[in-house]
C-alpha cells in the first residue's frame, strides 16, 4: 500500500522513513512538510494539494507536534483515506473521540500508535503478570531534553505535554501490562518558571487491588537515561528497563533487545494488518491518564529551562 507521511522531522527520518522502507506492506510514496524531504519521494508543503494530487495514495501517517495534529487528520478522513497518529494522538480527548467518530462513519481505518507498546519485552511482561497479584509497581522515567527535544519549543507549550511526552510511554506500558485499569489520585507537576508545561512530575495512582503504584518523570537527567518499571508482586519483581527492551525477573534476565529496535516495524505491521481487515484502533486509556494528571497536579513553579 502507498502511504504519505506528513512532518518530516526527527522521529519521521529516524524511525517512521526507515520501518516504511523496509516493509513489504508499504511504499513512501509522498511526503508533506514545510521545511523536511526525503530522497527520491515526491515531497509536498501542503496536505490538501498532496490529497488531490495523489487519489492513490489510501493511507496517510501524521508525525506532526499534537495540537496542529488534529485538522491534519480530520483533512485526511474527509479525503477518504486512512489514518495512522504518532503519539499522542492529539492535543485533547475531546478531538481524538471527535476523529474516532470521524472515521467510523465514513468505515476507515484510524490507528493511535503507541510505539512503547512495541518494545520487545512488553508483550512476555504482560502474560507474567496476567495471573499474579500486584502489589506495587514504580514508574521511574528519567532523561535529557537537551539531547532527544533539541530546539523543540513546541514541548513547552500549551498542548505540548512537557516531560509527559515521554512519559506517556511509560503509561502506554503500563496500561498494556496490567490486567486491571488505574485512574490517578494526586500528582505534582514541576513548571519552569518561563515554560507552559512540565519538566518533572510525580503522579500517585489507584489500583483496584490496593497495590501501591507511582511514576516519576524528569526531563533533567545527567548521564545515564532511565526508562525503568518494577511490578512487584507476590509470586516475584518483575523490572522492564531501556523502555521495555530487557525484562528481569527476580533479577534474572528473562529477554533483551536494543531499545526501539521493531518497535515503528511493528506498528507499520499493525496499521496494515488494521486496513485490510476495515478495523480502528483508538486506546486512549494513556491520554487520559496524562490529562487527569494535569487536571489534578498541583503545579510547584522551578528553575527556568534554558536550552
Known amino acids: ?19 516504511i522502507t523496509n516493509s513489504p506492506d508499504w511504499e513512501l510514496a509522498a511526503t508533506v512538510s514545510r521545511h523536511g524531504s526525503v530522497e527520491s519521494v515526491e515531497a509536498f508543503t501542503d496536505l490538501g494539494e498532496m490529497l488531490e494530487a495523489r487519489p492513490d ?30 503519539k499522542p494522538p492529539g492535543a485533547t480527548l475531546a478531538e481524538c473521540h471527535t476523529l474516532e467518530e470521524a472515521a467510523r462513519a465514513s468505515g476507515l481505518t484510524l490507528f493511535a500508535t503507541w510505539h512503547s507498546r512495541e518494545a520487545d519485552m512488553v508483550g512476555a511482561a504482560k502474560a507474567w503478570l496476567a495471573d499474579k497479584a500486584l502489589t506495587g509497581l514504580t514508574v521511574t522515567w528519567k532523561e535529557d531534553v537537551r539531547r532527544w527535544h533539541p530546539g523543540q519549543e513546541w514541548i513547552w507549550q500549551p498542548g505540548g505535554l512537557g516531560v509527559f511526552d515521554p512519559g506517556i510511554n511509560a503509561l502506554s506500558i503500563v496500561t498494556e501490562i496490567l490486567p486491571d485499569d488505574l485512574h490517578v489520585k494526586e500528582a505534582v507537576l514541576e513548571v519552569p ?19 501501591a503504584v507511582d511514576a516519576e518523570f524528569d526531563w533533567r537527567q545527567d548521564g545515564d537515561q532511565t526508562w525503568q518499571i518494577d511490578a512487584v508482586t507476590e509470586a516475584g519483581t518483575l523490572r522492564l528497563t531501556n523502555g521495555g527492551a530487557k525484562m528481569e525477573v527476580d533479577g534474572r534476565a528473562s529477554g533483551e533487545a536494543a531499545a526501539l529496535a521493531g518497535e515503528y516495524p511493528r506498528l507499520y ?18 491520554m487520559t491518564l496524562v490529562a487527569d494528571a494535569f487536571t489534578l497536579g498541583r503545579r510547584k513553579i522551578v528553575a527556568p529551562f534554558e536550552e
Open 1 to 19: 500500500m502507498k502511504v504519505a507521511l506528513i512532518g518530516i522531522g526527527k522521529i519521521a527520518v529516524d524511525q517512521h522513513v526507515p520501518a
Open 57 to 86: 495514495i489510501r493511507v496517510v501517517s501524521l508525525c506532526l507536534p499534537p495540537v496542529p495534529r488534529f485538522d491534519y487528520a480530520m483533512q485526511a478522513l474527509e479525503a477518504g483515506r486512512h489514518v495512522m497518529l504518532e
Open 269 to 286: 505491521k499493525r496499521m496494515a494488518d488494521l486496513v485490510r481487515e476495515g478495523r480502528r484502533d483508538v486506546d486512549l486509556r494513556p
Open 193 to 211: 518558571e518561563n515554560c507552559q508545561t512540565p519538566i518533572a512530575a510525580r503522579i500517585a495512582f489507584f489500583h483496584p487491588g490496593g497495590a
